[in-house]
């Protein structure tokens, strides 16, 4: 049989062709409801509330990005915006029926997201480009991408939400945009390869971390009222993450290489005698109540763990084995009961975990089971619900704070990294 | 033109093809119409889109098959249960033709119908029936050749049967 034959036979299989129905018609009345079924569903997704409970929490190459928390628990919808790095995007998700809406287009590896403290506008930095592109969360719809320095990696905004800081890795320098017309000022050039930024409470200063090779790691603090960098603050080998304390007096940088947790003083910015922590820490963060930090320490065959500190005598307590090699990111619950420390090692054929410590008695309860490489993790404002992102299974899992018991994975485009929360 | 008159003017060029290339796909005259529906129900919604793309037809073959093998992998059935009764030609020059063929046809997995369906009845190339499947040249390549020694056992004889004759529509 040749093809010119089948050509012939597949045209005699159409023989006897029945007269056809009102198709166009049905189709343009599906297709009206087919429209409206899709714009009643944006709009759940893109009605956003006032304030700003959960930031970014980058997991691998930065520290956290803390956005100013003033939980304000009037609204009803709380909404999830995820950063798609593959196809650089941005999915909103309803945390009330976590269905994921239609994705906003982004530039290339959306890996950080920031939401504005009134809630109004999601910043997305798209690490691998050198822009940050503003959506608002009323309608869902991006604006014009911003240019800053390669590679923006870190964001911060002033508690106001008048100022975003933009770190950018690969120009070795800090982009202010103004988020009012959001037009990106003149930028602040910066030691070598700035990896972390965070702001002070009251706004005043900003502090961006980073590590110079054969300097070492530098802390720069950023005067936001002129702009103005103030001298480097030596820290350590190479530090990639850093955490404040709630009242804003101390900074401790993480610093693996050096196997040492360096507080640093925000009113002398003078440093303190380095914490001796575990190997390869990577990943810091604090209790609400300012009390404790905790650091997350690298290991080898499964020792990995998390260091409580005590930021009032700033003494390392005993070691929190975790079992496994690579724990990466961590996140405190808003109530400060528990931490939740998220694996990366198992990107192969594994599935991610996530152990809960309890911060009252500094004991690791039963891991949960999440989708493939876990990234990163954020609580909705009630604090009931904490969302993992599951970089290597495309998913993001909800899980319950009160039962440590984990919801159906939300499928969502291909590898998601970055998840932030509107109340 | 408004879009809206503009979408009503494409689907009613492009409804009765598409509904011959649903019907090689599945088999049924009655499902084959419901496919289309759903296909351009699909285009309405992204008219606008489309319509700036200047790609109607690619973007309607591209729906269609991709609803009809969304609907296989959700039933996961082979087989249409129907209680109509085969519509049995009165005067043909073949009738067991148009019936052997489709048998043949429903022996394909759904997605080597799409491509034979693609290739030999709409005349698209192997890069464009890739670009409609989302695959690779190299799969629609092996599908083809697969789906090809598969039909030639089952048609050979008509085949040769059907040549003998000219078509009368």
Same mark, same amino acid.
């Given at each position: 049989?040749? &093809? ?12 006897? &062709? ?17 429209? #409206? #079924? #899709? ?25 956290? &990005?803390?956005? $100013? ?37 982004? &530039? ?25 592109? $503003? ?51 003149? #930028? ?47 820290? !350590? ?25 360096? $507080? ?37 065959? !499964? ?121 | ?29 009655? +499902? ?36 009809? /093998? ?37 022996? +394909? ?38 789906? /090809? ?21």
């Amino acid at each position: 049989m040749d &093809e010119t034959s089948l050509r012939r036979l597949l045209d005699h299989a159409l023989d006897h &062709e029945p007269p056809m129905g009102p198709v166009v018609h049905r189709s343009v009345q599906a297709g009206l409801r087919l429209r #409206r #079924r #899709r714009r009643a569903r944006n709009a759940t997704a893109g009605l956003a509330a006032a304030a700003v409970v959960a930031g970014a929490v980058p997991a691998v190459i930065g520290g956290l &990005e803390r956005t $100013p928390a003033s939980p304000q628990h009037g609204a009803h919808r709380v909404v999830i915006y995820l950063g798609n790095d593959h196809q650089g995007a941005v999915t909103p998700i309803s945390a009330a029926s976590n269905t994921p809406g239609r994705p906003i287009k982004t &530039e290339p590896g959306p890996r950080r997201l920031l939401i504005t403290p009134n809630g109004k506008t999601v910043y997305a930095a798209n690490v691998d480009w050198h822009t940050v592109t $503003p959506i608002s969360t009323a309608t869902n719809r991006a604006g014009k991408p911003i240019t800053v320095g390669q590679a923006p990696v870190a964001m911060a905004i002033t508690p106001d939400g008048r100022t975003l800081y933009v770190a950018n890795a690969l120009s070795d320098t800090v982009t202010p945009i103004a988020t009012a017309t959001n037009t990106a000022g003149k #930028r602040i050039k910066t030691g070598s390869s700035p990896t972390a930024i965070d702001m002070t409470p009251d706004g005043r200063t900003v502090y961006v971390l980073g590590s110079t090779k054969g300097f070492g790691g530098w802390l720069v603090p950023i005067s936001t009222a002129t702009n103005t960098p103030g001298k480097a603050i030596k820290v !350590g080998k190479a530090p990639a993450a850093m955490a404040m304390t709630p009242d804003g007096r101390t900074i401790y940088v993480v610093d693996g290489l050096g196997r040492t947790v360096i $507080p640093v003083s925000t009113a002398s910015n003078t440093v303190g005698k380095p914490i001796k922590v575990g190997i390869d820490s990577s990943a810091i963060a604090i209790t609400p109540n300012g009390r404790t930090a905790y650091v997350v320490n690298g290991g080898t065959n !499964g020792d990995g763990s998390v260091t409580p500190i005590s930021t009032a005598t700033n003494t390392p307590g005993k070691p929190i084995k975790v079992g496994t090699e690579l724990p990466g990111a961590i996140a405190i619950t808003p109530d400060g009961k528990t931490a939740y420390v998220l694996t990366v090692h198992t990107f192969g054929p594994g599935p991610g975990m996530v152990i809960p410590i309890s911060t009252a008695t500094d004991t690791p309860a039963k891991p949960i089971t999440v989708g493939t490489g876990p990234v990163s993790i954020a609580f909705t404002p009630d604090g009931r619900t904490a969302y993992v992102v599951s970089l290597g299974a495309d998913t993001v899992t909800p899980i319950s704070t009160a039962t440590n018991t984990p919801g159906t994975p939300i499928k969502v485009g291909v590898h998601p990294y970055a998840i932030a929360i509107t109340p | 033109m408004t879009p809206a008159e503009e979408f009503v003017e494409f689907a009613a060029a492009a409804s009765p093809r598409l509904r011959r290339m649903a019907f090689l796909l599945c088999g049924d005259w009655h +499902l084959s119409e419901d496919l289309v529906q759903t296909t351009l129900a699909k285009m309405f919604v992204s008219w606008r889109k489309i319509r700036r793309q200047d790609a109607g037809h690619a973007y309607a073959a591209r729906t269609l098959v991709n609803t009809y /093998l969304a609907d296989k992998r959700l039933k996961r059935n082979e087989e249409i249960i129907t209680n109509r009764l085969p519509e049995h030609p009165i005067q043909s020059p073949s009738p067991e033709t148009r019936i052997v063929v489709l048998n043949a046809l429903a022996t +394909l997995p759904p997605k080597s119908r799409a491509v034979v369906v693609l290739r030999y009845w709409a005349d698209l190339s192997v890069d464009q029936v890739a670009a409609t499947l989302g695959c690779s040249t190299g799969n629609v390549k092996s599908q083809t050749a697969r789906a /090809l020694s598969r039909l030639r056992t089952a048609l050979d004889g008509v085949a040769a049967e059907s040549g003998h004759e000219t078509r009368d529509s």
